[in-house]
């Protein structure tokens, strides 16, 4: 049935999203412990957004998620190009941006395949 697959298929997805919450919330707080800054504290906020959002099918909660994640990517992608441009090559940022782009891009497609309204799928 169709309706049960796209269903295992949200689950699924969900599933990654929550794990990939999990782990920013885990460095973001760890970064709060070890330097204090509350950017991270903050950034820990919007993972376990993230990370409710996830859980509950909550358009709203992914979208400080999501953002966090374009956001990220955008200022990996400056740091790279302005490295470039100082003649500077760093080997493991391509690396890691290209991790980012597809852990944004997996948000970001969760974030679309979620019902755009349905109350009582809140608690599923």
Do not use: H
Request: hydrophobic letters at 50%; glycine letters at 4%; aromatic letters at 16%.
């Amino acid at each position: 049935n169709e309706d049960v697959q796209n269903a295992l298929e949200l689950e699924r997805r969900s599933r990654v999203v929550r794990i990939l919450c999990g782990i920013d919330l885990f460095t973001n707080m760890f970064s709060f412990m070890m330097t204090g800054m509350l950017l991270s504290m903050l950034l820990s906020f919007l993972s376990l957004s993230g990370y409710y959002g996830a859980l509950y099918y909550n358009r709203r909660m992914l979208i400080g998620y999501m953002t966090y994640q374009v956001l990220l990517t955008v200022a990996k992608v400056a740091v790279f190009i302005y490295l470039l441009t100082q003649g500077t090559f760093v080997v493991y940022l391509p690396i890691l941006i290209f991790i980012q782009v597809y852990v944004a891009t997996y948000v970001i497609n969760f974030y679309r395949i979620l019902p755009k309204t349905c109350p009582e799928w809140s608690q599923v």
